[in-house]
């Protein structure tokens, strides 16, 4: 019995690094809710061979000589690694691999990779295959709707760690178009926007849908089956072809609470060969996803699912008493939804002939405290582009007519990115490589010193005169974070010891105001406060006495939420002094060596599962090792049993 114990926890810890394979991501406050460019100029004015690059919330600079590749190519790239010497990335439906900076090969990949790339870190990346199939001919290769892909940077090829496979091999005599569209995540959920056009079974009849997904992202690679699927038809699906299609989700004040989640849409009419921009609003699309789960896990015939839908079969949902977000195989529910309501953008108005010139829309949007929405609709030629702020009134739009540049004086076909830093639009003429610059303002959004250094010193923000303002000069980041937006002018005790009061009394130079989601951090060296509580300029904690010594405090105040926000802190001048007990202090010490013993072990051995990553191998060698010792140790019991016997002593005797 113990053996088995013993084999069903290994087992168990086998599976563990498996199942959750990537880091759920935090990412920097402009590509918080979707990563527009994986690749950015890092001086667009004066550009050399200097980039950006940007991937699951990590940045790093690299030089790659213009001999390699080119502006207008790299800006394409979707980055899935940051290794410089061996960054490994998507371009033109293949995946390659850029080695020492100097040389492009290609990696081998079974399929064929479309530009609906999304980088998780760590070599992972779910890509979301682009399906054309107007005729419903059978393809070379079987594709899969969802495909979860690991690149290997030593063998150099791409493979397939998990995915949401055909339910049947013929499922492609039902798709006729799969596309992702556009993507956002938050609070660890990821939504993938999907066209799609499929055709019903004995019938002639095609359907235009639109299609959400959600995945949970914090389940690690066993996110494609924790999916959920919502989608809806229009009757104006029927006539008109959807050419484009994008998420506006509203976060931060709204003054209509009925149309926070909007789906923006170009369709293309062809009974009057123009082009019209609709708007499908919801009230809550979130919601739609936790009730369609629980309608499933409740078997009712309200939902049903996905992969049975698209091939007009009834999939009946089994009742189960799974909670949100648990994986359920390739159990897709789904649900057909109704939007509440249909609009259009009110920037015909300002506008009115635009619409036709439109061949792609873009929402970008940087959370908060900016609250800051703009809406770009790209036209050929790109100088009737219009920069629109989206706000519930009238949204101020300007265009890139006033701009004095070589990009705009010919009709050139030039590509748009969205540069991470410096901040702002670029445009890139495919030809001849000259870019077209556009500086996003960022600062003016930002109303306290806090704000406007933590959520804007990556955005060259600076707080002078009691505005924040940009400036691009250089910067000493320790003289803009550290005694500026606040003081510590009072401590006391100076004094703490176990057997004396440990309540810590700290006045700031001015109040101190901090959103739910900053957090307060107080220490002097390792000893850190607890139970905090804020008054005005007056704070209050408990300090947790760990170390002894003389410290200053330190009033840091942090966001987690996003990887650039930068700390904002004060120190105190004068210094504090802890005594801890002897008895305190040793059980501290044993305690810190029992987790660092224990974080030696789960290190080890989670860097000796990667190297036997086959789980069932390892199992079953672990298996043939415990039958293997348990057949020895019988052997043995046998044996020395035998030499005890009486039996045994009389034939040892005899001889």
Known sequence: MFIHVLIWIFQFCLLIPRAYSFRTTKHDIAFYYKTHDSVFLTNPFNHTTSYGIYVAGQTITIDIPTSVVNVSEILDWKVV?????????????????????????KMNYSGELSDSIIAFGDNEALHVPTIFNPNLTEPVHKWHYIELLYFDDQSEKVSVMRSLPWLKDDDWKFIKEWKMTDYIHFDNKLYLLIKRSISKQNSQSVIQEISIIQLCIDKGSELISSAVEIHFTRPEFKSNQIIDLIFVFIFGPWD????????????????????????????????????????????????????????????????????????KENIVPSKNVIPISRGWYIIYELFPSLIALIHKIQFFTVPFPHFKRTILMHTNPIVHTAICEYYFAVSPCSNLGTINSNLLKHPSQANFYINKHPFGFIYVDKNTNENLFVSIEVCSNLKTCTQCIMYGLYFDCIWSNSICAHDDQPKNKGELTVDNCFKIIQISPSVFKPSLPTRLTIKLDKPLKNDSQEQLVIQAGDNHCTDITIKRSF????????????????????????ADAAVISAVSTKKVYIDVSKGQYTIAMLFLIFLVFTTFLLVTYTNYNKKHGNEFLEF?????????????????????SRKSSPIMKKLTHFR
């Open 256 to 327: 209509n609470e009925n149309d926070r989640y909007q789906l923006h849409t170009i369709q293309y009419r062809p009974s009057s060969n123009t082009k019209i921009y609709d708007i499908y609003y919801f009230r809550d699309i979130i919601s739609l996803f936790a009730e369609t789960e629980n309608e499933c896990s409740s078997a009712s015939d309200k939902s049903t699912l996905l992969r049975h839908y698209l091939r007009s079969e009834v999939g009946e949902c089994k009742k189960t008493s799974r909670k949100r977000c648990t994986t």
């Open 620 to 640: 079953k060698r672990s298996t043939r090792i415990m039958k293997i010792a348990s057949k020895s140790m019988k052997s043995k019991k046998f044996s020395l």
């Open 539 to 562: 704070i209050n904690c408990s300090m947790h006495l760990t170390k002894s010594g003389h410290f200053k405090i330190d009033v840091s105040l942090r966001s987690d939420r996003y």
């Open 81 to 105: 690694s940051l290794k410089k010497n061996r960054l490994m990335f998507v371009h033109k439906n293949n995946p390659y691999i850029l080695i020492n900076q100097q040389r492009i090969k």
